[in-house]
């Protein structure tokens, strides 16, 4: 069982106040979030499972989440309106790229739009989902999944994507109250960037200097279409843009496959 106490001892955080709420089991921590904000809860709350029955991914995917993995969701305000919720994510995305760096995995990447990879394959995804308090207050459930202590046998091997672990990429199990409050304490850091120059500039630079899709090949499939370009840059709504043969898209949904650049 996750050691709340030794989560408490190394959290540093001076914008968020964390409350935890750990679990054995639960359908998914979103949705516990979703239940505690209709309950009132606010900015701050932390909801941490051992295992999800139905974790959920973007697109309403399944997230297979084994006992090992870490996966829990933080309740936070929206920063300079909700209009940069997605920002939000991309905020999340880089404090878990550094959390992973921070305890040595020293390859962790961001990948547009929300997830991390260590080298190549993917290790976590998050998903943040928007809810409406009253008419026009908002707040944000940031859902990060990372496969930790599991192995890459724990899961399936019909995968669309190629999955990897922390403990199979470091060869050894690591603490998963030490990875959550680096994560937390990033993130706590980061939205100290956000609110000192109102602004989510630092932020988009942060993801860039840990990305790597930027200059990569990727292949983009949206709803209606596929196409494959170099990603070069991404804009301060956090979309991508991508050089393609036809000129530069601008993808602001879709699934980003990077490609080998040969
Ligand atoms: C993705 O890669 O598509 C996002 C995966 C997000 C998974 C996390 S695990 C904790 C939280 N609870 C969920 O049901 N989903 C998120």
Same mark, same amino acid.
């Given at each position: 069982m996750?050691d709340v106490?030794? &989560?408490?001892e190394?959290?540093?955080?001076s914008i968020?106040?964390? $409350?935890?709420?750990p679990y054995?089991?639960?359908d998914?921590?979103?949705?516990?979030?979703?239940?505690?904000?209709?309950?009132?809860?606010?900015?701050g709350?932390?909801?941490i499972?051992?295992? $999800?029955t !139905?974790?959920?991914?973007?697109?309403?995917?399944?997230?297979?989440?084994?006992?090992?993995?870490?996966y829990?969701s933080?309740?936070?305000k929206?920063?300079?309106?909700?209009?940069?919720?997605?920002? !939000?994510?991309?905020l999340?995305?880089c404090a878990?790229? $550094?959390?992973?760096?921070?305890?040595?995995?020293?390859?962790?990447y961001v990948?547009?739009?929300?997830?991390i990879?260590l080298?190549?394959?993917?290790?976590?995804g998050?998903?943040?989902?928007?809810?409406?308090?009253?008419h026009?207050?908002?707040?944000?459930? *940031?859902? &990060?999944?990372?496969? $930790?202590n599991?192995t890459s046998?724990?899961?399936?091997?019909?995968f669309?994507?190629?999955?990897?672990?922390?403990?199979?990429?470091l060869?050894c199990?690591?603490?998963?109250e030490g990875?959550?409050?680096h994560? &937390?304490?990033s993130?706590?850091?980061?939205?100290? !960037?956000?609110e000192s120059?109102n602004?989510?500039?630092? &932020?988009?630079?942060?993801?860039?200097?840990?990305?790597?899709? *930027?200059?990569?090949?990727?292949?983009?499939?949206d709803?209606s279409q596929t196409?494959?370009?170099i990603?070069?840059?991404?804009?301060?709504?956090g979309?991508?843009?991508v050089?393609?043969?036809k000129?530069?898209?601008?993808?602001?949904?879709?699934d980003?496959r990077?490609?080998?650049?040969?």
């Amino acid at each position: 069982m996750i050691d709340v106490d030794a &989560i408490r001892e190394c959290l540093d955080t001076s914008i968020l106040k964390i $409350q935890i709420l750990p679990y054995e089991e639960v359908d998914s921590t979103n949705v516990i979030a979703k239940e505690q904000i209709a309950d009132g809860a606010d900015e701050g709350l932390l909801i941490i499972a051992e295992k $999800q029955t !139905m974790g959920r991914g973007r697109k309403d995917r399944c997230w297979h989440s084994p006992v090992g993995g870490l996966y829990f969701s933080l309740i936070v305000k929206p920063r300079i309106g909700i209009i940069n919720a997605p920002l !939000m994510g991309l905020l999340a995305s880089c404090a878990t790229a $550094q959390g992973l760096r921070a305890i040595g995995a020293q390859h962790a990447y961001v990948k547009w739009p929300n997830d991390i990879l260590l080298d190549f394959d993917k290790v976590s995804g998050i998903l943040s989902e928007i809810v409406t308090v009253d008419h026009d207050s908002h707040l944000i459930i *940031i859902g &990060i999944g990372i496969n $930790q202590n599991s192995t890459s046998s724990d899961f399936p091997d019909d995968f669309a994507y190629s999955v990897t672990t922390v403990r199979d990429y470091l060869g050894c199990l690591t603490s998963q109250e030490g990875l959550l409050c680096h994560i &937390i304490n990033s993130f706590d850091n980061l939205l100290k !960037m956000v609110e000192s120059t109102n602004s989510f500039k630092p &932020i988009l630079e942060t993801w860039k200097e840990l990305s790597s899709t *930027i200059g990569n090949r990727v292949r983009i499939t949206d709803d209606s279409q596929t196409y494959i370009g170099i990603a070069t840059d991404i804009l301060d709504d956090g979309s991508l843009l991508v050089q393609t043969d036809k000129g530069e898209k601008i993808v602001t949904t879709g699934d980003v496959r990077h490609l080998r650049n040969d």
